[in-house]
């Protein structure tokens, strides 16, 4: 089950693989292509582009008013806190409010207490789009994925390991971003700080 919804349509996949096949089985693999090559894409961003989707955020409090939330936030569903001892304590998520576009948290009352775990659900925004940057990234990479498979008719690996035990060959495909691809997609990527 994929993690994240692709925003690439199973079309706009196939007009760029020149491909009008409309046999289910066929159809059902390209989906999977597309949903594990968003996967990869999205984890690298560290970020996700799927409007609506629920997200859990986990943190220690600070004795700040103030929280960097991980994604950008359309709407606080739940919150909670968990003292030392493990306890946990439903709080009123109309004390919080969203500010810098959903980025940041604000506790109108009190702080987010350093003795505390603070365990946040959010919605992201219903009208959050996926760059079009982001999405082509998504097709080429699901396209070298085809190419690569047996489906798509050979082995082209960009990244090979290879071993020779017990008179056996052995080999590993690595599915690794190219230097063109972490360019185009460095400006949407989530940076620690």
Request: glycine content about 6%.
């Amino acid at each position: 089950m994929p993690t994240y919804t692709s925003p690439v349509s199973l079309a706009d996949f196939q007009a760029y693989i020149n491909d009008t096949s409309d046999d289910e089985d066929i159809l059902a693999f390209y989906q999977s292509l597309l949903d594990r090559s968003t996967e990869r894409v999205y984890t690298y961003l560290d970020k996700d582009f799927t409007a609506e989707a629920e997200k859990k955020e986990v943190f220690w409090g600070t004795d700040s008013k103030y929280h960097k939330l991980h994604q950008v936030a359309g709407a606080i569903t739940a919150w909670q806190t968990i003292d030392r001892e493990g306890t946990p304590t439903p709080m009123d998520t109309s004390e919080l409010l969203l500010f810098d576009n959903g980025r940041l948290l604000y506790r109108k009352e009190g702080t987010f207490e350093s003795q505390f775990e603070h365990h946040l659900t959010y919605e992201l925004p219903a009208d959050l789009t996926c760059p079009e940057t982001v999405q082509q990234v998504i097709i080429e990479i699901a396209a070298v994925m085809l190419r690569e498979s047996t489906k798509g008719g050979g082995m082209l690996g960009e990244n090979s390991e290879w071993s020779r035990e017990n008179n056996s060959s052995i080999g590993q495909h690595f599915y690794e971003l190219s230097d063109r691809h972490r360019e185009l997609l460095f400006s949407y990527r989530r940076l620690a700080i």
